[in-house]
């Protein structure tokens, strides 16, 4: 597979494959440390040793190579370690379709705070607070399509499960490991919020028809934790006895699922796992306390502490953040009465919003598409619940802004470039070269609608992107990502349709409405009508509609002080914009190119 990663362009670690120690040797000096050393074959997910030094390398290697693994580990990969957070995408894959399955985080290494040896899994939740909707995105077409097209290319297409497993690196995803199954214990989060037919599925991949298919999920959490023998991975004692498993399994959104367990008088166990659910919120750190069987002698091993979700530095930079907003009630209710962010779940977030905000990230750091040498990251919150609403309200005055099911606001290291811009509507007076495009669209009307998906809209959707951003992260969404971009919101969203005097289609506004304003999340138009500035007459027609609704903003979110694809929004005065002391109006010398080719 490392090959076939250098042959199409697949991003992943260094690597060299080894079958001896001189081989092996040689590398790791020329690589340096840390490195990881892999059995090539099949080793329950315990053959991998990430080595911090040469030394631990080069003994790695000596163990496999003496037959620590068996036959897996006849011959190693040693590869450079990458640095980041890991993860999982998983599809299916019908020789040429890719359907993505819903998101889930496993964590192999057997002691709390990812200390110990690795095992095959100790626990997973889903979905991952991690693979955003972007990165799920990126991880699609930078490393599975061009895998899946490398190997039908190749006379051999493959058709079945696919999962990947990722390190999100400041480089963005790279590839690890390819596996031709569900993950243990993936699976046992991912299938229990599959509502569609599994079979189905199943057998639309084998038949080559996973092109029109389409998967339903649970908006449910699922977590699972695996209780081991004490000793495991190593030498543990066998036989011993279960107890609590038929109270275990009594409890509602409780499921407990064997894995090497006999039944005789009582249950015996290698291992087994607990799974709870819980509608609509964030990750506990573990199933009830009630959930988890024991042993009378106690000797058992489980990790409750690997939902957190959130890594020390990122919820360092968490909370840095949050103490930048002006709106202290906000950095009260998303630190549920005041406990400081690191000593929480995130589960715990939304509480005092009434489900409000279920869980905050941190997404990985990538390449910004506005400022050329610079890194992106944001922190993010899922909207949910019935007082979403209420929460988006004080987090967009904070300075944050929504995509699908989530509020984000930029937390990019070194650069605070990014400020929300929202303009004052009563205020506001066209300026000439407005006037101007507005006498350019005079026979444009404005619809506002549901916000539906309708075929016309998606296919200029795609018109726009092909013409205007075609090296886009969004560029390759098909119809279920564009029906997400309209449909999937916690809060109360609309579409503004716009036609030409003619009837045709020239553009559209996903808009919401909020407490104190209406907020614009994405517009697109008709690429051929780019000399009428469309998309600065779609802002015009939303200050009217705005000012007719006796709002006092329309926020434009996020504006760069001279990067040029932003800033038109400085056209539209005045405008404020948000930083450390709140909202201000933006300097009448700052900002404002022409508005001609928007």
Not at 378 to 386: K, M
Request: hydrophobic letters at 40%; a neutral charge.
């Amino acid at each position: 597979m490392k090959d076939l990663c250098a042959r199409y362009g697949v991003p992943t670690a260094a690597y060299r494959r080894v079958a001896s120690l001189a081989e092996a040797e040689a590398f790791i000096a020329e690589q340096g440390a840390p490195v990881v050393v892999k059995a090539d074959g099949l080793a329950a997910g315990k053959g991998v040793v990430l080595a911090a030094t040469e030394d631990e390398a080069l003994n790695a290697a000596r163990d496999a190579l003496d037959g620590a693994f068996g036959k897996a580990g006849a011959e190693l990969v040693i590869e450079e370690m990458l640095v980041g957070e890991e993860a999982s995408y998983f599809a299916l894959i019908d020789g040429e379709t890719v359907l993505p399955l819903e998101t889930a985080q496993d964590h192999k290494a057997v002691g709390e705070g990812d200390t110990g040896p690795n095992t095959g899994g100790m626990g997973a939740y889903s979905p991952a607070p991690a693979m955003t909707p972007a990165l799920c995105e990126e991880a699609r077409e930078r490393i599975v399509e061009p895998l899946v097209r490398g190997l039908a290319e190749d006379g051999t297409p493959y058709t079945g499960v696919f999962y990947a497993g990722l390190m999100l690196t400041a480089d963005g995803p790279k590839l690890l490991e390819v596996n031709a199954r569900f993950g243990d214990p993936e699976c046992q989060v991912l299938v229990p919020r599959l509502k569609s037919d599994l079979l189905a599925a199943l057998m639309a991949a084998h038949d080559g028809e996973l092109k029109d298919f389409d998967l339903r999920w649970s908006d449910e959490v699922a977590l699972c934790v695996v209780l081991a023998t004490k000793g495991y991975p190593g030498a543990y004692e066998k036989g011993s006895t279960i107890r609590g498993i038929d109270a275990a399994e009594a409890l509602r959104d409780v499921t407990v699922f064997h894995a090497g367990t006999a039944r005789g008088d009582a249950w015996h166990r290698r291992r087994r796992r607990a799974r709870a659910r819980r509608h609509g919120a964030g990750h506990d750190a573990s199933p009830p306390p009630r959930a988890w069987p024991t042993t009378p002698s106690g000797g058992s091993t489980g990790r409750k502490d690997f939902a957190a979700g959130i890594s020390a530095g990122a919820r360092s930079e968490l909370n840095r953040l949050l103490g930048e907003l002006r709106h202290r009630p906000i950095i009260e209710r998303m630190t549920s009465e005041n406990r400081p962010l690191e000593r929480q779940a995130p589960a715990r977030a939304g509480a005092p919003f009434g489900g409000g905000l279920s869980f905050l990230g941190v997404t990985p750091l990538r390449r910004c598409p506005y400022l050329p040498g610079r890194r992106e990251r944001s922190i993010v919150t899922a909207l949910a619940g019935p007082r979403a609403d209420l929460a988006y309200d004080e987090m967009l005055r904070g300075g944050f802004r929504r995509s699908h099911l989530a509020a984000y606001r930029p937390a990019c290291p070194g650069c605070r470039a990014c400020v929300s811009a929202r303009v004052c509507v009563n205020a506001f007076t066209p300026s000439r070269s407005l006037r101007r495009v507005i006498a350019r669209n005079a026979g444009v009307t404005m619809s506002v609608m549901p916000a539906l998906a309708r075929p016309d809209h998606h296919a200029l959707f795609q018109r726009y992107l092909a013409a205007r951003h075609p090296d886009g992260t969004m560029a390759s969404m098909g119809r279920e990502g564009y029906g997400a971009l309209v449909e999937e919101s916690a809060v109360e969203t609309r579409l503004a349709e716009f036609r030409s005097s003619g009837g045709r289609l020239y553009g559209v506004c996903v808009f919401d409405i909020v407490a104190d304003g209406l907020s614009a999340v994405y517009s697109f138009y008709e690429p051929l009508r780019v000399k009428d500035s469309p998309g600065s007459y779609m802002i015009l027609s939303l200050l009217g509609d705005a000012r007719e609704r006796a709002l006092p903003y329309l926020y434009l979110g996020y504006w760069i002080d001279g990067c040029d694809k932003m800033d038109y929004k400085a056209r539209f005065r005045p405008l404020e914009v948000h930083g450390a002391d709140g909202w201000t109006i933006l300097d009448a010398r700052e900002g404002g190119q022409d508005v001609s080719n928007h």
